[in-house]
Structures are given as C-alpha cells and as structure tokens.
C-alpha cells in the first residue's frame, strides 16, 4: 500500500513522500524498512532515532529529529497505528460450511454464510445469524440466539436461553450462561440451591476473552452491554449489568447483582462486591476491591479502595514507615528524657521552698 493511501485510511497527516510502499506495521524496535511504526509515550522518544522504519505516526505537536523518516500525523498514533494494523491483517476469509461431524438439532435455524466446525453440538431450537463462524468443540445449549457475524472459538460453551447479539466474538474456553452461585441454608445448616431461571444477554460487539465466566440470571437477566471488552479469566456473577464500552481486564470479579457504567475500566484483578453500583467512567486500578458505591468519574485504588491520589500519597507514606517508627521511637525517647528532667527539676525546687 503507498504511503498515501494509508494516511488516508488512518486519517493521517503526511509529511513525506505518498509513494513509499508500506508492507506493514510494527513496534519501534522490531519495524523494519517498509513498515510503518508510531509513538505514543514520550518516554520512548529516543528509539525514533535507532527505528529502521519508513514512517512513524506521531502527535500533531511531536518533534521528531530525523529527516530519513516519513511522518504520519494524527492526534491519537496509538489509534492510527492499530488502524493500520487492521489494514494489514484483515479477518481470514471462510468458505462458508458445516463439518459432517457437527451435530445439530433439526430445529436449529441457521442463516446464510456460515462456517460451523468439527464435533460442534447445537441444540433445539437455537437460531446463529448469517455469517456466524462457530469452530470445533464448542456446545451450543437450546433455545440459544446468536446474531451475524459472531465469531465462536474452540471449546466455548453457551448455556440455554443465552442471546448473543452481531459481531460478538467469544474466545476459547468460556462459558456464558452458566447457574450464577445461589444458595439458601436449611434449617439444618445445609445449602439448598436456588434455581438460577434468568438468562444471559450479550449486545452487539463485545468480545469476551478465553476461559471467562459470565453467570445467567436467577431471575431477569444478566446483561453486557455494546462494545463492552472483557479480558480471560474474567468473572461475572448472576444478574450483573456491565455498560456499553466497559473494559474489564483480567481476573476482574464482579459479585451477584453488581452494575457496572458506561466506558469504566476495572483493571487486573479488581473486585466489586455483590449489589454495588459502579458510575460510568469510573476507573479501579490494579488489585483495588470495593464494598461501597463508587460515583461516575472517580479513580480509586486500593483494598478497600479509595481515592487514587490519596491512595498514592498513602503508599509513598508506607515505603518510609521504617524510618518513621525510627524517628517515633526517638522522639518518645526524647519527651521521655525532658519529663524526666523536669520532674527532678521541679522536685529541686519543692525542696528549695520548704527550706
């Protein structure tokens, strides 16, 4: 592709010649003549200098001190860039099919264009959209909805009454629909299960990542809305709401009935207990877990998690509490010794008065 074409398409601004053929796209050190690359952090901003690429994306505000190098300037590389990924590597196109090994219900409804796998199994009255890719050893329960152009990896199971909406991309290994984790105890201690009747609702372009969980209902649904990305190993409990644009990274866990806004980010590892309300644009950082409401835009860290900056400001506190308990110890000490002094001072002069 000409260097034009590709500004074009990224939405680029180009300095430098349009007729340098671009191959491909990659990293600052690993590009090679004919690829393009991008800088997004400052902080990498000498490896421009040593970069063996033909052009770099690059803020509309950087200075770049070479003259050997095209640039292509955008007010996001980072985006740019993966736009031009996208370009290089498009979806691999399939031959639409169904292995002779997959077993499907006669009631299924299955649309035009569709690649199913080997040892697929899809149950009654499921209905997969047109151009749905469904690859080997994934399970399809009954009454399942999936819509166009979804993409279901290997070893996927998707439960009963679950309603995947267009594009959803399921990656290998998760289980959508499985009973959320409710029990009442008997009267002699015991754990009776409470049937889990609700049902999983996906909306249009999410992608759930490998071996993640989300829980169907007990009762209602347990809904992720449009766009939303989640992460492997990602835990969602039963009648949970996760917000459109939502990113969810790994090892995320979201406990019954928690809400999730609009475009929050909950980093590795965050736990959100059970019946909390998450506002939208909310960010929890790595390892936080929280107990309480969180309102829309706030940052927080931590185990309970509070205010980012204040958090910050407490870990660097906590770095220096050895030399701090030192000079506690030293000052006790030293108000020791002054109280000393000044009992026998003041006892001197009781026993001056009474002479």
């Known amino acids: 592709m ?5 500004a074009r398409q990224t ?19 690993e590009a090679t003549q004919g690829q393009v690359t ?13 970069t063996q690429a033909s052009a770099i994306y690059v803020a509309e505000e950087a200075e770049v001190d070479r003259q050997d190098i095209a640039l292509l300037r955008t007010r996001d590389p980072y985006l740019a860039y ?6 290089f590597h498009p979806e691999p196109e399939v031959t639409p099919a169904i292995h002779p090994t997959a077993v499907i219900d006669p009631s299924a409804r299955i649309g035009k264009d569709v690649w199913i796998g080997a040892y697929v199994v899809i149950g009654s009255e499921v209905e997969i959209g047109d151009g749905v890719r469904v690859h080997p050893h994934v399970v399809i ?16 199971a998707i439960r009963e009454d679950s309603w995947l909406g267009a594009r959803v991309r399921v990656h290998n290994n998760a289980v959508i629909g499985a009973d959320g984790f409710g029990y009442a105890k008997d009267e002699e201690g015991g754990w009776l299960k409470i049937p889990q009747t609700g049902r999983v609702r996906i909306e249009d372009d999410v992608e759930i990542g490998a071996c993640t969980t989300i829980d169907r209902a007990s009762v209602g649904e347990t809904v992720i809305g449009r766009g939303a990305k989640i992460d ?16 969810l990274c790994a090892q995320v866990g979201l406990a019954g009935s928690s809400h999730i806004g609009r475009r929050v980010i909950l980093a590795g590892q965050v736990g959100i207990a059970g019946h909390l ?7 929890l950082t790595a390892k936080s877990a929280t ?57 001197e002069h009781r026993s001056e008065a009474s002479e």
């Not at 000409?2 to 590709?6: Q, T």
């Not at 309300?277 to 960010?283: L, N």
Request: aromatic fraction near 4%; glycine fraction near 10%; charge should be neutral.
């Open 11 to 29: 939405g680029a601004r180009l300095e430098g010649d349009p007729e340098i053929e671009i191959t491909g796209a990659a990293g600052l050190d």
């Open 291 to 347: 107990s309480h409401d969180v309102p829309p835009g706030k940052t927080l860290s931590g185990i309970p998690a509070f205010d980012n900056r204040e958090w910050l400001r407490a870990t660097a506190a906590f770095r220096r509490l050895g030399d701090m308990h030192k000079t506690l110890r030293a000052l006790e000490a030293r108000v020791r010794q002054l109280e000393e002094e000044l009992t026998a001072r003041q006892q």
């Open 82 to 87: 993966t736009r031009a990924l996208r370009l």
């Open 141 to 156: 329960y009954e009454r399942v909805r999936i819509g166009p152009g979804s993409i279901i990896h290997s070893g996927v």
């Open 38 to 50: 991008f800088l997004a952090n400052p902080r990498y901003t000498p490896r421009v200098r040593t």
């Open 232 to 247: 492997n190993l990602v835990q969602i409990g039963h009648s949970c709401t996760v917000g459109e644009d939502a990113l």
């Open 277 to 283: 309300k998450v506002g939208d644009d909310a960010v």
């Open 2 to 6: 000409k260097l034009g074409e590709l």
